[in-house]
T-cell receptor, first 112, second 111 residues
Framework: NAGVTQTPKFQVLKTGQSMTLQCAQD?????MSWYRQDPGMGLRLIHY???????DQGEVPNGYNVSRSTTEDFPLRLLSAAPSQTSVYFC???????????FGPGTRLTVL | QQPVQSPQAVILREGEDAVINCSSS?????VHWYRQKHGEAPVFLMI?????EQKGHEKISASFNEKKQQSSLYLTASQLSYSGTYFC????????????FGKGTRLHILP
């Protein structure tokens, strides 16, 4: 099992560019989530999904879109990147929301 | 609503004990504890569900006080490998679906 994989590991964008952060898991987990981590702010929930076709907003959803067309994949889209979106992004998955979450290795994003 | 963790940072010598607290202003259904080492992803430690049962293994344990809306993580006879940032995550209800994390507690163990 590869667990939770994220691509790319590093990315530099210019303000206004769009991109998609990829997240995939091979554990047949129903629950997936995206967090961003900034110094001193902890892990902040962006969006989450309780199953294919179902997504919902977390604490800081503005500027991000998600979709869940399959159980395995949960991409995060930045529509128009802003410097405030410079962060480390973690994807996580679990059997359900009250179970152990497995985190991916993270994507370090810099927006200039 | 983001849970509040205390202390923000702790420095201990190897073999000493530590307690990390996590509190919420709202009733909780579950509390999740994770540890993150520098440059790595968070790693699961344990989950405590509504019911007050204390969980743990070896020298790391935790309690959940529903009435006080608090959880505490206990690290006994700390080892160098315990260094890192500890996060608590909370769920408000069984139907809430969201796990909201606190800002973390940095723990540094000195030899």
């Amino acid at each position: 099992n590869a667990g939770v994989t994220q691509t790319p590991k590093f990315q530099v964008l210019k303000t206004g560019q769009s991109m998609t952060l990829q997240c995939a898991q091979d554990m047949n987990h129903e629950y997936m989530s995206w967090y961003r981590q900034d110094p001193g702010m902890g892990l902040r929930l962006i969006h989450y999904s309780v199953g294919a076709g179902i997504t919902d907003q977390g604490e800081v959803p503005n500027g991000y879109n998600v979709s869940r067309s399959t159980t395995e994949d949960f991409p995060l889209r930045l529509l128009s990147a802003a410097p405030s979106q410079t962060s480390v992004y973690f994807c996580a998955s679990s059997y359900a929301e009250s179970y152990e979450q497995f985190f991916g290795p993270g994507t370090r994003l810099t927006v200039l | 609503q983001q849970p509040v963790q205390s202390p923000q940072a702790v420095i201990l010598r190897e073999g000493e004990d530590a307690v990390i607290n996590c509190s919420s202003s709202k009733a909780l259904y579950s509390v999740h504890w994770y540890r993150q080492k520098h440059g790595e992803a968070p790693v699961f430690l344990m989950i405590l569900l509504k019911g007050g049962e204390q969980k743990g293994h070896e020298k790391i344990s935790a309690s959940f006080n529903e009435k006080k809306q608090q959880s505490s993580l206990y690290l006994t006879a700390s080892q160098l490998s315990y260094s890192g940032t500890y996060f608590c995550g909370t769920e408000m209800s069984r139907r809430d679906d969201k796990i909201i994390f606190g800002k973390g507690t940095r723990l540094h163990i000195l030899p």
